[in-house]
């Protein structure tokens, strides 16, 4: 997310000094952190179930609920003070990443519903928003094409993972795509999803006036992105899930790399 916010920052032409961005990106990264953190105070429960989940801090007795608690609100707060510090437009971008992330992914969606990855899902396009609006002071238009593909990113991220451990969720009670409307549903979703935000990334790419080089590394980068998607359609497994879900990750830092250079 930070990386996101960073290449953001970058395609917009930058202007703040090294200590303004390391600032600024540091108060992000408490505000970020912060909320995962409270997170796993809330999904505690469910955490323990889990076997992908159950060595984390509190299930495993490490941490107690209330020093979590407590660590995570001292970063939150603390990354709001700094982010107002540098812009309250910031700031406040940042703020609805940590309010769709909390509220409404984690208390109201994630155990209710399974379109919760997409609602939620806002929250991971946050922190590449607040990178434009660091150069622009507004929200644009070119800000607002990042925050959708990150959104749309974010189904692969999740649903790979979801079809892998799906016997971990019902475990838990927690209603995922697969689970409730099947892993086809899933793999097509995911499929539709990769084409959009490709399309949308190759689109900032020219409206950003990216060179040669990086449009040609970002069409093959995308190209493999639907090659794989394609291929865990036709040919699903496991190990094509674990493919893609590792895949995605480094597309998107390529993607990011590409707009920061």
Do not use: C
């Amino acid at each position: 997310m930070i990386f996101t916010a960073f290449a953001a920052y970058r395609s917009a032409g930058g202007g703040l000094t090294t200590g303004e961005l390391l600032l600024a990106l540091l108060g992000m990264l408490f505000a970020v952190s912060g909320t995962t953190a409270l997170n796993m105070v809330f999904d505690r429960d469910i955490d323990a179930v889990m076997a992908r989940t159950k060595n984390r801090p509190i299930p495993k007795g490490v941490l107690t609920p209330r020093a979590a608690t407590i660590f995570s609100w001292v970063l939150i707060l603390g990354g709001t003070v700094i982010n107002l510090w540098i812009s309250w437009l910031y700031a406040a971008v940042i703020g609805l990443g940590v309010f769709f992330d909390f509220i409404v992914y984690t208390i109201w969606l994630k155990r209710k519903s399974p379109w919760s990855i997409v609602f939620g899902g806002l929250s991971g396009g946050m922190p590449i928003l607040a990178g434009r609006v660091l150069v622009t002071g507004q929200v644009d238009f070119i800000g607002i094409l990042l925050m959708f593909a990150i959104l749309l990113w974010i189904p692969t991220h999740i649903l790979t993972l979801a079809m892998n451990h799906s016997k971990d969720y019902k475990l838990a009670g927690v209603p995922t795509f697969p689970n409730v409307f099947g892993f086809n549903s899933a793999r097509y979703f995911i499929a539709v999803t990769n084409l959009i935000a490709a399309g949308i990334l190759l689109m900032v790419a020219y409206f950003l006036h990216i060179n040669h080089s990086g449009i040609v590394a970002l069409r093959f980068g995308s190209l493999i992105m639907l090659v794989l998607s394609g291929r865990l359609i036709l040919s699903p497994s496991e190990k094509t899930n674990f493919t893609l879900f590792k895949y995605a990750s480094i597309y998107m830092a390529g993607a990011m790399l590409i707009f920061a250079l």
